[in-house]
């Protein structure tokens, strides 16, 4: 069985400080077979995490990215390169050239034109621990209306958020998940985190700037 947390930031993301190191260290301590890195913009905690993992047994890395686009955040799984496309269109038309996994992130979040959206992605993310309970109820009635295959991740930027959320499937390979997810054969499993959580952030924020400031 796959325990799949599908949102994770590293510090490649401005607001985290996570190394996918421990990222994979505090998943596998709480059960969780399988992690997605899905940094801002970047693909290269990703790829940094796929390198950690390697020669594990028993544990799927998942290269992804969150990419902000012009109706909200979208995000890829399974990329192993930069994706520098800001409209939404033009980065599904690339995501399929490229198989990867479309997601679109916390629909209730900062989205425009969302049911639109929504129809074209591949799969919705009806949970996420960071967002309000009222908005991932709502990604989750607008999932099943509109019969689209859902996921839930922890978006976690902290420690302590990794696994909040988790998207549980049959099987134990990357194709597995791939393949599960596009289905809808999952279930999933979490609840939202504390809003003190977007706090650690602004704080994690500020110390990668100071960090590259020296
Ligand atoms: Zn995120």
Redesign the pocket.
């Given at each position: 069985m796959i325990i799949a947390d599908l949102?994770v930031?590293s510090y490649n993301s401005k607001d985290s400080l996570l190394k996918p190191r421990d990222i994979i260290t505090t998943a596998v301590k709480r059960g969780v077979n399988c992690v997605a890195v899905?940094d801002?913009n970047t693909v290269k905690g990703g790829l940094e995490l796929v390198k950690e993992a390697r020669g594990l047994k028993d544990f799927i890395a998942i290269p992804g990215v969150?990419v902000k686009t012009d109706v909200g955040?979208v995000i890829l799984l399974f990329v192993d390169e930069e994706v520098r496309i800001e409209r939404f269109d033009e980065l599904l038309d690339h995501a399929k050239s490229i198989s990867a996994v479309t997601i679109l992130?916390h629909p209730y979040r900062k989205h425009v034109m969302v049911e639109e959206s929504a129809r074209k992605v591949q799969v919705i993310e009806v949970l996420n621990s960071r967002s309000f309970k009222s908005a991932n109820l709502k990604a989750l009635s607008l999932a099943s209306k509109l019969n689209k295959p859902i996921m839930a991740g922890s978006?976690a930027h902290t420690m302590f958020e990794i696994g909040k959320a988790v998207t549980i499937m049959e099987g134990s390979s990357e194709d597995d998940v791939r393949r599960r997810l596009l289905k809808g054969e999952v279930r999933i499993f979490g609840s939202e985190s504390s809003p003190l959580v977007h706090l650690f952030s602004f704080a994690s924020k500020i110390i990668n700037e100071v960090a590259r400031t020296f």
């Amino acid at each position: 069985m796959i325990i799949a947390d599908l949102h994770v930031h590293s510090y490649n993301s401005k607001d985290s400080l996570l190394k996918p190191r421990d990222i994979i260290t505090t998943a596998v301590k709480r059960g969780v077979n399988c992690v997605a890195v899905t940094d801002h913009n970047t693909v290269k905690g990703g790829l940094e995490l796929v390198k950690e993992a390697r020669g594990l047994k028993d544990f799927i890395a998942i290269p992804g990215v969150e990419v902000k686009t012009d109706v909200g955040d979208v995000i890829l799984l399974f990329v192993d390169e930069e994706v520098r496309i800001e409209r939404f269109d033009e980065l599904l038309d690339h995501a399929k050239s490229i198989s990867a996994v479309t997601i679109l992130a916390h629909p209730y979040r900062k989205h425009v034109m969302v049911e639109e959206s929504a129809r074209k992605v591949q799969v919705i993310e009806v949970l996420n621990s960071r967002s309000f309970k009222s908005a991932n109820l709502k990604a989750l009635s607008l999932a099943s209306k509109l019969n689209k295959p859902i996921m839930a991740g922890s978006d976690a930027h902290t420690m302590f958020e990794i696994g909040k959320a988790v998207t549980i499937m049959e099987g134990s390979s990357e194709d597995d998940v791939r393949r599960r997810l596009l289905k809808g054969e999952v279930r999933i499993f979490g609840s939202e985190s504390s809003p003190l959580v977007h706090l650690f952030s602004f704080a994690s924020k500020i110390i990668n700037e100071v960090a590259r400031t020296f």
